[in-house]
T-cell receptor, first 111, second 116 residues
């Protein structure tokens, strides 16, 4: 079956750098996306990797390696407001556009 | 504000009952998606509609059904409710139903369903 595995929880210190990994067992997808969800809130789009390599958007960067079936989200200069759940997701080459989400990582930023 | 509107925000009902959740997509978006998120769980894809037609189906129970109307709003109907159906139900929309661009989905704030 298809799966996107993420660590369930990560804790990091304010101002530090944290990496959230996403390993997958799937194929035939267009790209890897990352979404942020604060408790009780709506998921919001963070980044997208169509090709292998690093994409940078401000304090957030995302990486994809199809050969290693692996991606990650890198958050720099952590702020308290970054405490949230982070989901990787893929869009399969089926003609539809629905996202298949990973298991999610709850990030807690501590002072 | 994503531009996607969901109603109601909260709903409490009893087992065996039926509820309808409503979603208005962003202006101009043709695709609507429904996702279920149980407590501390991930986002499970239920169903997608594109311009009124069903485009993709996920792990949607037979007790659940959905449709997209000509004005592009969508409704998710949940019937014969069970305790395990308690969850946050998200609607999302996107401009297209295919493979262009990032495929970014815009999510509403969700409808929290509690079945007692």
């Amino acid at each position: 079956g298809q799966s996107l595995e993420q660590p369930s929880e990560v804790t990091a210190v304010e101002g530090a750098i944290v990496q959230i990994n996403c390993t997958y067992q799937t194929s035939g997808f267009y790209g890897l996306s990352w979404y942020q969800q604060h408790d009780g809130g709506a998921p919001t789009f963070l980044s997208y990797n169509a090709l292998d390599g690093l994409e940078e958007t401000g304090r957030f960067s995302s990486f994809l390696s199809r050969s290693d079936s692996y991606g990650y989200l890198l958050l720099q200069e952590l702020q308290m407001k970054d405490s949230a759940s982070y989901f990787c997701a893929v869009r399969f080459q089926t003609g539809a556009n629905n996202l298949f989400f990973g298991t999610g990582t709850r990030l807690t930023v501590i002072p | 504000d994503s531009g996607v509107t969901q109603t109601p925000k909260h709903l409490i009902t009893a087992t065996g009952q039926r509820v309808t959740l409503r979603c208005s997509p962003r202006s101009g978006d043709l695709s609507v998606y429904w996702y279920q998120q149980s407590l501390d769980q991930g986002l499970q894809f239920l169903i997608q509609y594109y311009n009124g037609e069903e485009r993709a189906k996920g792990n949607i129970l037979e007790r659940f059904s959905a449709q997209q109307f000509p004005d592009l709003h969508s409704e998710l109907n949940l019937s014969s409710l069970e305790l395990g159906d308690s969850a946050l139900y998200f609607c999302a929309s996107s401009a297209d139903g295919g493979a262009t661009g990032t495929g970014e989905l815009f999510f509403g704030e969700g409808s929290r369903l509690t079945v007692l």
